[in-house]
């Protein structure tokens, strides 16, 4: 089946330090690639998404390489801030179906 | 704000009874989605709506039903409520049939004490 596994929390860091969340998948054919955020108290919302082998998706100063030599997907930042505290899903779907399938989540805290 | 009304936010109940959750899609969104957020299982994928019709099930109990009406809302109905159906219940929309960007409601917290 199609699945997800995420590195398990919680990751706690240093305000600017390098952040590395990995992402693993397992799918039937070729999957689009995604990494939602869910901030505390509020529903997730889209962080980045990349739909074929090689796309990088960007945003806020995130990044995820879809690698599917090693069906991963990475969430990497250069220096996170304590406005980045959340939990972090990765997530897949397969060409034309109708869901999304997440991963766990990873929680991430950064301290001042 | 992603757009996406879920109500109510908090809701307590017992053991055997029966709960409705209201979810308010994006403007002009046809899609809906409902997601189970409990602590051991994560994210499970319940069902979707696309324009009034069922379009995909996921790990949905037999006690569980949802339904999307002509105005688009859609409401998912909890009945025989068990300890283990407490958790975040998560409305998604999105314009489309096949999910691309979901956009996400806060949440229906439910506790069955």
């Known amino acids: 089946g199609n699945s997800v596994t995420q590195m398990e929390g919680p990751v706690t860091l240093s305000e600017e330090a390098f952040l590395t969340i990995n992402c693993t998948y397992t799918?039937?054919?070729?999957?689009?690639l995604f990494w939602y955020v869910q901030y505390p108290g509020e529903g997730l919302q889209l962080l980045l998404k990349?739909?074929?082998?090689?796309d990088k998706g960007s945003n806020k100063g995130f990044e995820a390489t879809y690698r599917k030599e090693t069906t991963s997907f990475h969430l990497e930042k250069g220096s996170v801030q304590v406005s980045d505290s959340a939990v972090y899903f990765c997530?897949?779907?397969?060409?034309?179906?109708?869901?999304?399938?997440f991963g766990q989540g990873t929680r991430l805290t950064i301290n001042p | 704000d992603s757009g996406v009304t879920q109500t109510p936010k908090h809701l307590i109940t017992a053991t055997g009874q029966r709960v409705t959750l209201r979810c308010s899609p994006r403007?002009?969104?046809?899609?809906v989605y409902w997601y189970q957020q409990s602590l051991d299982q994560g994210l499970q994928f319940l069902i979707q709506?696309?324009?009034?019709?069922?379009?995909a099930k996921g790990n949905i109990l037999e006690r569980f039903s949802a339904q999307q009406f002509p105005d688009l809302h859609s409401e998912l109905n909890l009945s025989s409520l068990e300890l283990g159906d407490s958790a975040l219940y998560f409305c998604?929309?999105?314009?489309?049939?096949?999910?691309?960007?979901?956009?996400f409601g806060e949440g229906s917290r439910l506790t069955v004490l």
């Open positions: 403007s002009g969104d046809l899609s």
């Open positions: 998604a929309s999105s314009p489309w049939d096949a999910a691309g960007e979901l956009f």
């Open positions: 799918a039937t054919g070729y999957p689009s």
């Open positions: 709506y696309y324009n009034g019709e069922e379009r």
């Open positions: 997530a897949l779907r397969i060409q034309g179906a109708q869901k999304l399938v």
């Open positions: 990349a739909t074929k082998a090689d």
